[in-house]
């Protein structure tokens, strides 16, 4: 019993390395919450686990044939079905990630009224199951490869786990925030949905970024098109990897991450009174 | 050796707009903005001087105390006292507005039961979730699972989805899982409000054991003065956000129904109030132990009397004192008058106790009232309908409830003798 922690408790807590000592202290938590997630959302469908794999297959199927097939359009020369897959894979990951997000601190107030712990625990765990589902439908991407005879760079291949981590960054920034904001004001959740499917047309999901000419460099601005451009370039070798753009989407992500911390640290604390 | 836990000056403070129904819906302040800008600018402004006329409540104020390692801490008082917000705070869950508070330990707390059980997930999945929200590690929870089980006594539905489970067992299991936890202090709100009566009884028996075992420092805040009584050495009672009063449980939880029964366990008469005529009037009327000492409560296995002082004042009419015990609804439970004796006419201070013996009234308030009469021929000197108010708490230790959950209905809960052939 010598070495017993010392918590002390003051009206204001100022924002220190303690924090994520505490969240690393909590980790086991966070795998239970992605642990419950997936087990609850499986456990009902009859597809189970299957709908992971459907629901981005029958959009790429549905999406290939008006975009694609009816539309016409472009996609740097590669087949329209495996272009937009690559685009569709980021992006589900990152749109899930961020509706989910921003309403976990409502969907878990029970528990949040009831026992202390991080609160980022449940924005991250978010995150982290959508994570699980980008796993499962990356593994249609794969058997696309195959079929169409694509095998992706070395550097290509690497730089996967970047554009993850810039996706992941990019869904927790703006979750975190989406999520704090969405204690206090309940209609947050009523606009997402809106905004999201604009952002969808503002991304380069169904169509080349080369497509907006001259002014694709405004795209990058849009830390998911800097990842999907990314993706097609080092996965499917569409147009060379532009380094400048991994660059701006990292900056970028990199910057709503800290602004998200920061938002969601500031009203945390009080979050148990106002759900 | 320093306390294990000290509380500073702590307050809460509410601004009762956060408190208003509904929620604030971005849409609204929006449309506020660009129906009035200059509007919203001014109150804005008075916002961040700190003009605006703010509605404040504090849920807590000036709240000092500190308890030492072992100790089992009860908390008691009124609804609204800030009982919870206070454990509130100590858990972290939401921050004080003034004050500090150091604890030194592993911290746990225990709200509510089966906090984040999930409908959906077996009772094995939901052990191993809810272990993990209390905080618990998943090696400690494997090695105690069996355990856990076992105390709950749901082996059979371990692999059943928790939704198709009764609440008795729902409860069983989540209260299983808490019990098991190893912190060093360990804070608990009315928890034991639910179960059944036996398991109500075997989660206090867990409680003690852990207690004097392993010397863990418990706050515990309840309604069941039985279960405060038997587990907490001291004792906080709050009202209003403050400390009313705080030390040994036993005074503490006497103040606090004597506090409850308004009027309360005595009621004495000044000179002029005195209620009665010419021939004889009351003085005072006190519930008391068989020391002699003046009770506001009572429990339902113990006997208490009803101490009647009263003067008469004219020989020649015999009049005798009688007690009519009624319930808080205003039944009568029964009547009882003193033994006719010679001795009632003496002129002069009377003082006569009636004995209300141990397993007769069920728990519950009662008030008493107290009449003096003359038989015959029938002539009533004096009736104050509510004398005295007390209560009778259930006896838990004792009880033999088993698994009836709620109060036994009735007023009287006798213990009879069943033969057996």
């Known amino acids: 019993m010598g070495n017993k922690t010392l918590t002390i408790i003051r009206p204001k807590k100022t924002f220190s390395l303690r924090d994520f000592k505490e969240l690393w202290d909590y980790k086991e938590l966070l795998y239970f919450f992605v642990w419950r997630d997936f087990k609850v959302r499986y456990k009902q469908t009859i597809v189970g686990i299957g709908w992971a794999i459907f629901q981005p297959f029958m959009t790429m199927v549905v999406f290939s044939l008006f975009f694609g097939k009816l539309l016409k359009i472009p996609s740097d020369g590669i087949p329209y079905p495996i272009f937009v897959y690559t685009g569709l894979l980021f992006w589900q990951f990152f749109s899930s990630a961020l509706s989910e997000t921003s309403g976990t601190l409502i969907a ?62 990019a869904s927790v920034g703006g979750g975190l925030f989406l999520a704090a904001i969405n204690v206090k004001y309940r209609d947050v959740r009523f606009v997402l949905p809106y905004f999201i499917q604009i952002l969808l047309f503002l991304t380069p999901v169904i169509y080349p970024a080369s497509i907006a000419g001259k002014y694709s460099w405004l795209l990058a601005f849009n830390p998911m098109m800097g990842v999907i451009q990314t993706a097609r370039a080092g996965l499917l070798g569409a147009t060379p990897i532009n380094w400048t753009l991994v660059s701006i989407s990292f900056a970028t992500t990199a910057v709503l991450l800290v602004i998200g911390v920061i938002y969601f640290k500031k009203v945390e604390r009080y979050f148990a009174d106002i759900v | 050796m320093k306390p294990i836990i000290e509380i500073k000056n702590v307050g809460k403070k509410y601004n009762i707009t956060h408190q208003r129904v509904g929620y604030i819906t971005l849409r609204d302040i929006l449309a ?13 402004a008075k916002q961040i001087t700190g003009f605006a006329a703010k509605e404040e409540f504090w849920a807590l104020k ?27 705070i100590l858990t972290g869950i939401t921050p004080p507005t003034e004050g500090e508070i150091k604890m030194r330990g592993k911290v746990a707390s225990l709200l ?49 989805p928790v939704k198709y489970y009764s609440s008795g067992m729902y409860v069983r299991l ?78 503490v939880v006497n ?36 020391e002699g000492k003046t009770l506001s409560y009572t ?32 039944e ?87 033969s057996l052939e």
């Open chain 2, 299 to 330: 429990y339902s296995n113990r006997e208490v009397g009803v101490e009647i002082i009263y003067e008469v004042k004219k020989g020649g009419y015999s009049p005798v004192p009688n007690i009519h015990i009624f319930t808080n609804k205003g």
């Open chain 2, 255 to 290: 103040q606090y129904l004597s506090d409850n029964t308004k009027e309360g366990m005595e009621k004495v008469w000044s000179e002029k109030e005195r209620p009665g005529n010419d021939i004889v009037t009351l003085i005072s009327a006190h519930l008391v132990n068989r």
């Open chain 2, 174 to 251: 989540a209260f299983s899982v808490a019990a098991h936890m190893e912190p060093d202090i360990l804070l608990v709100d009315e928890v034991l409000a639910v179960g059944d009566a036996e398991f109500q009884k075997k989660c206090l028996g867990k409680m003690e054991e852990v207690t004097k075992k392993s010397g863990r420092t418990i706050l515990f805040v309840s309604h069941n003065m039985a279960a405060i009584q038997s587990l907490c050495k001291k004792c906080i009672l709050l009202e209003k956000g403050k400390i009313k009063s705080m030390g040994n449980t036993e005074d």
């Open chain 1, 108 to 169: 878990n107030q029970a528990i949040i009224t009831k026992v202390y712990f991080p609160r980022l625990i449940l924005p991250l765990s978010s995150v982290a199951t959508k994570l699980v589902d980008f796993a499962i439908a990356a593994i249609i991407l794969a058997g696309m490869m195959v079929y169409y005879g694509y095998t992706p760079h070395l550097t290509g291949f690497f730089l996967i786990p970047v554009l993850l981590v810039i996706t992941f960054m």
């Open chain 2, 112 to 160: 509510e039961v089966g906090t984040g059980f999930h409908p959906e997930l077996t009772g094995r999945e939901n052990i191993f979730l809810n272990g993990a929200i209390l905080g618990m590690t998943r090696k400690e929870i494997m090695r105690k699972f069996d355990e856990i089980v076992s105390f709950s006594g749901i082996e059979k539905f371990l692999d059943t």
């Open chain 2, 32 to 44: 506020n903005i660009i129906r009035s800008p200059l509007q919203f600018a001014k109150r804005k």
């Open chain 2, 62 to 88: 000036d709240i000092n105390f500190s308890v030492n390692e072992g100790t089992v801490v009860g908390i008691i008082g009124p609804n609204g006292a800030g009982k919870s917000t206070l454990l509130k």
């Open chain 2, 332 to 418: 009568y439970a029964f009547i009882s008058h003193a033994d006719f004796s010679p001795d009632l006419d003496r002129v002069g201070m009377h003082k006569t106790t009636a004995w209300i013996p141990a397993n007769l009234l069920n728990n519950g308030t009662y008030a008493i009232g107290i009449a003096i009469s003359t038989m015959v021929p029938l002539q009533i000197h004096l009736y104050e309908q509510e004398a005295i108010l007390f209560q009778v708490i259930e006896d838990l230790e004792h009880t033999k409830k088993h698994d009836f959950n709620q109060r036994i209905p009735g007023v009287v809960r006798p213990r009879l003798e069943w």
